[in-house]
């Protein structure tokens, strides 16, 4: 069982940075990939970035490469999504989720309950 704790949402203003952090629970955080996800009002939970359980291997949405960067800290049980150059379009309940490396929701297990990112024009 692994419990996700997400942090760091917030309101900024177009162009600004704000960086989520994820906190798990249980021995087993190293043993996943994790990914993060994203709700707007109204719309489907898109995929966002995802990171392999050594933090070797990364993967982006067209939508935010270049902007966001995924990483993890194995020691301390916690991912990070920072992300730059932030637009209005990126405003949204951000989800972490630990599970199978990609962007399929289905290879997700666990999910955290969500911080609202909501970036102004």
């Known amino acids: 069982q692994v419990q996700l704790v997400e942090s760091g949402g917030g309101l900024v203003q177009a162009g600004g940075s704000l960086r989520l952090s994820c906190a798990a629970s249980?021995?087993?955080?190293?043993?996943?990939?994790m990914g993060w996800f994203r709700q707007a009002p109204g719309k489907e939970r898109e995929f966002v970035a995802t990171?392999?359980?050594?933090?070797?291997?990364?993967y982006y949405a067209d939508s935010v490469k270049g902007r966001f960067t995924i990483s993890r800290d194995n020691a301390k049980n916690t991912v990070f999504l920072q992300m730059n150059s932030l637009k209005p379009e990126d405003t949204a309940i951000y989800y972490c989720?630990?599970?199978?490396?990609?962007?399929?929701?289905?290879?997700?297990?666990?999910w955290g309950q969500g911080t609202q990112v909501t970036v102004s024009s």
């Open positions: 990171i392999s359980w050594s933090g070797g291997s990364t």
């Open positions: 989720a630990s599970g199978r490396y990609g962007s399929s929701r289905e290879g997700y297990i666990y």
């Open positions: 249980g021995r087993t955080f190293s043993s996943y990939a």
